[in-house]
């Protein structure tokens, strides 16, 4: 038989012995029991299968027909498959070997284990029907169907009294590093177009799997099951599950100064403490500074809500003081936080990076913004701004992932490592250094009202950015899409490469006056204005966005900033954060 003979029966079998492979998959969920101690396993198994699952749907087997691009892996993708179908074929004759034993079927499996399980099948279910209604979806989430149908479950390879059950956690471990490891081989034989598609498909899972558990054990499990295999998807589903169990867990104790008074501002100039955040150096290392930013309070709040608030200041400063939000969150690492009763405010502390070339004093002592970097006469090209937005709307991805939000996008809140001096300002060419700060004190799902004072206007700058019903005394509730309008202000301004306050200061002819008047030394911004200013960034969306960054980026513009109700943050991953790497991946 020649080589493409081989090929052509390697391309016609695929389909079938992957129909093989989702069977013994579905017999193995019928015929094994987990108990409480295997939940990390359980985990990897259901992740295994789901990353199998999205993988088979991309390349079109589940359809029953591998993609065109992929028949000349055919025979590689035959064989790996036939080398799961044989593992799992094995499991279920000869468990033994893998650490298992024969159990009464009678004996009820543990409900924790058994619910995560269902859990995970009934993400990836919704997720694959989310993006194809057409796709046939039995395949390795049949288990799940029959549970909830009332099927009777087949029993293959034992008894229909008996089932096997753990005994042998190590040897067990064999089994699932050894699936992993096949599944990752699949997860290698594709082509940039179905590696993009399943990369898609792999983080609507983990996000959707994360926004559907709400009780702090799941999302322990989560953690603590740190799986071997490949996983394209771009979010980190063990530290989102940490970030989202930030909010239910109780509070945390945390330091709110080192004993060596590090962090006093007993010393700190009158300049400094009136601004929003400013820089003091280190004591010990000569290479660090520390970031501080101001988290003000109604000096007439009630002690109860003070209480609340501060609350708040601590789960903020467990989330960004954890090693990874630097990595995952494009945030400088918060280290504690300290009281200044006299001017109403909270402090949270970072830590700074400085470079060789940074001096910190009175002309020097805040880190430079994306607001500070829209007046510097170097304008970037369009892809290192398309890369400064994707950096920016990833870092919102994750949070709404994980059930946080920021509560204080604007311009001024994105900063980069560096220090601000008129002098240097001019040559900052480090755009996609960007990092995440200003972050208020709301969280997702758990704000019934509106204690702090952000609300209040204090500060024209940062009340443009917020939405029109999120403005004055009345503003009560903040919701996810009054977050992603702020952000769709700030991709607005990155598009125009121009701040959002010029548009306050907009001309108009005299004869055709605007609805509501604005200007960058108004005294009063609250529900009508911030319509006015909203109507105005449309109309320059609807004739310049397209023109100057594309269609793709334009659409994803107005999204944000036209949304009538809160979305979850795979529909934001969608609309987005796909567009946005859509677009950097072309330039």
Known sequence: MSGFEVAGVAIGIAPIVFKAVAESMRILEDTIRFDDDAE???????TAKAHLSIWATSVGLVEGELVPALHPLSDLIVRTLKRIELLVTNLE?????????????????SKKTSAMAVQMRRSLHRVLRKSDPK???EVLIQAEQLKESGTSKKQIGVASRLSWAVRD??????????????VSGLHKLVFENQRKEVQKEETRFDLHMVQEISDVERLT???????RGRSLSEVDVAYLAQCKAITLQGIPSLPRKPKTDYWSLVDTNFTDVAKIRFLKPGHDDPEVAYLYEKKEYDPNISEEDKDV????????????????????????????????????????????????LDTLGPAASEPLSLRKLFDSPFKPALETRYRLARRIVYTFAKLYGSDWMHKGINSNNIVFPQVYSTRNVAGFRQIETALVQGFGYSRQHTEAQTIDRGKVLHDLEAAIYRHPLYQGEASSGYQIHYDIYSLGLVLFEIALWSPLMALLAARYKPEKPPPVALSPDMKQFYEFEAKELHRRVNLRIDAEVAYRMGTKYKNAVHWCLNLKGPVTAIDFYNTVAIPLEDLCSLT
């Open 221 to 227: 499990m989560l953690q603590n099951s740190s799986s």
């Open 309 to 356: 608030l501060q609350e708040r200041i601590r789960r903020l400063v467990s989330l960004l003081g954890e090693p990874g939000s630097q990595r995952h969150l494009q945030t400088l690492q918060a280290v504690g936080y300290t009281d200044d009763p006299d001017r109403h405010c909270w402090w949270i502390v970072f830590r700074f990076p400085l470079s060789p």
């Open 93 to 109: 004759q000869q468990g033994n070997t893998y650490g298992l034993e024969l159990r009464d079927a009678t004996v009820p499996e």
């Open 40 to 46: 990390d396993l359980v985990i990897r198994i259901e």
């Open 135 to 137: 796709r046939n979806l």
């Open 169 to 182: 956690k190590e040897k067990f471990k064999h089994f699932v590093d050894t699936l992993e490891t096949h």
